[in-house]
């Protein structure tokens, strides 16, 4: 499919618009099909969806079964043994008639509802039960039926922002741990982003799903692999980019590829024949309006030492020594424990990021409202 618009930014992205990450695509695609577990960190917008969905076309076409589960919106442990199951009933437990899959149904502890789609789609429905409802149970009861098809086919389960599940209950990552445990030919992909909260699950000292699976770190695209991209998306619909301009705008939209491609859309936007530095700017400045309600609430709701650390880091190379004196003046604080707490909780929520020299504001939008802002 041709899509109108050259970049594409702001959900996952298809073949079309996804370019790089080949060893990360063969690694993941490869312990799909061959019962291994995968933990994948990434901070947000980085890409970890559109890799998923491309590491499991390419593991479906090899004749892996594969689920895809995304645990973000799940509030209840109810919602994500029902996002669990349905991901295992749509995907690898998929096909058949309908009484076969009924018959799986029956053996889960607590019954879920099947509805069938005309199109031969299958939604996985658990009532809202009493409090005792073993929903951990549940889980597990479909991840054996799962290990069961694992004995003649190879079988995958990608659970995508993971980190969900501390917000819903902390203790549901030791039952994972105990399905992983007892699964061992079946391959779970374990993604997240909020990196904070994926190495508490998964790589710090005592975290319950501690060397579960091969860590894979996804960091930014590489320039010389992004450019070329743009180059050939901008000239596709028939503007010129030099691989110049191109730099420039991984430069200045880095390091998400997300912000990178929603710059480039931008300067596409209002470039004539031509994107140069001059319309990268103006890209910029357009993508920039656009947010500034966003921004300005976000802002609003900082503290003051957290409002003025943003600002440090929002100058150009970061805030290289946040306890310095001359930081500490800047924030008009005396102590470097304030700034200290300030920086893990602009990290935490993701706002600023480590840089090559110091803290960043991780979105460039903001870095620039945040810089031209009086
Ligand atoms: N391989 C890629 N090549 C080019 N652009 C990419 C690639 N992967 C992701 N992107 C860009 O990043 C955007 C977001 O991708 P995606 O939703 O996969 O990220 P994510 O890490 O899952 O984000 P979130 O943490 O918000 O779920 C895409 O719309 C696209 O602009
Ligand atoms: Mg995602």
Redesign the pocket.
Known sequence: MTHLTP???????GAE?????REELALIADRLTGGQNVILH?????????????AIEAARKRGGRVGYVNL?RCSSRREVAQAITQGIFSGPLHGGTTRRMARLVERLRVRPRLDFSPTGGVTVFFEPGMRDTDWPGAMEDACRLLAEASASHAVGLVL??FQQIVEVDPPLAGTFKAILDESPTVSYVI???HVHLMERLTTAPGAPLLAMGELLR?GP?PDG??AP?LVARARARRKQLTPEVALRICAMGGP???????LAQHSFDVAGGSIGIAEVEAGMALAMGRESTTFAERYERLAPVARRVLHLASAPGGLVQPYGLAALRKVEMANANAVRKALASLEESELIARGPEGWEVADPFFRRWLQTDP
């Open positions: 970049y594409h930014f702001g959900s996952p992205a618009h996804f370019t790089d990450r990434g901070p947000r917008r980085y890409g970890k969806t559109s890799l998923l969905h491309r973000l995508d922002e993604a997240g982003s996804l695209i692999e992004m991209y998400a590829p997300n912000d990178i491609q929603r």
